[in-house]
């Protein structure tokens, strides 16, 4: 376990690998369709687009080494374990939740997969109108994201009933996921400020 963390995070493959996955699951994709749906479709195909997001992101350490230059001030601020962690639990494993709420109780619930990306589209634009400049992972955010979670939002809700309360709990779920590395950074601040 300690040599696959090693390989992962401490020699920094995971952005590689990530997207080597998602590359084989964009190859499968057509099979959920034909299984399961268009709705299904847009839902299970967020986690590969995502995959592909976190190379231009984190490939080279290029994201964490710019929070930590520009938000940190020369703070790490994000450190590699949290990085990974964050990118592996907050995305594979909401997406992979989604997906499986999806297919075992509504489409609906899977709402999250879009509203995760699209939330993460915010941020990268919104960083890069406030500094205005480029930011790892602007680009598939905005030509990846912004069209595909809104396709599937569009396709979830025509196909299904899709309540409420399901959008809700999509987008606050989306929303608490970026506020954690918000709150995360925000403490590691106020920690070498005192």
């Known amino acids: 376990m300690v ?7 401490t020699r920094w493959n995971w952005p590689g690998a990530a997207a080597f996955c998602g590359v084989a699951l964009l190859a499968i994709s057509p099979v959920v369709w034909i299984g399961f749906g268009p709705a ?3 839902v299970f195909v967020q986690l590969p687009l995502y995959m592909l ?3 231009e992101e984190h490939a080279g350490d290029r994201f964490r080494t710019f929070a930590n230059e520009v938000i940190g001030g020369g703070t790490e601020v994000l450190s590699r374990r949290a990085t990974f962690i964050i990118n592996s639990l907050g995305v594979w494993g909401v997406d992979l ?3 499986y709420l999806a297919i075992l109780l509504n489409p609906g619930w899977g709402l999250v997969a879009m509203y995760l990306p699209l939330v993460n589209s915010v941020m ?3 960083q890069a109108l406030l500094l205005r ?3 790892p992972g602007l680009i598939t955010a905005v030509v990846l994201f912004i069209p595909s979670a809104t396709l599937g939002i569009f396709v979830v809700c025509s196909q299904v009933a899709v309540s409420w309360t399901m959008h809700f709990v999509a987008v606050a779920a989306a929303i608490a996921v970026h506020a954690a590395i918000i709150v995360h950074v925000k403490r590691i601040l106020r920690l070498h400020a005192r």
């Open 3 to 9: 040599s696959i963390w090693n390989w992962l995070v």
């Open 40 to 42: 299904i479709f847009w």
């Open 53 to 55: 997001h976190q190379l």
């Open 97 to 99: 939740a989604a997906i």
């Open 124 to 126: 990268h634009v919104g």
């Open 133 to 135: 400049r480029y930011n």
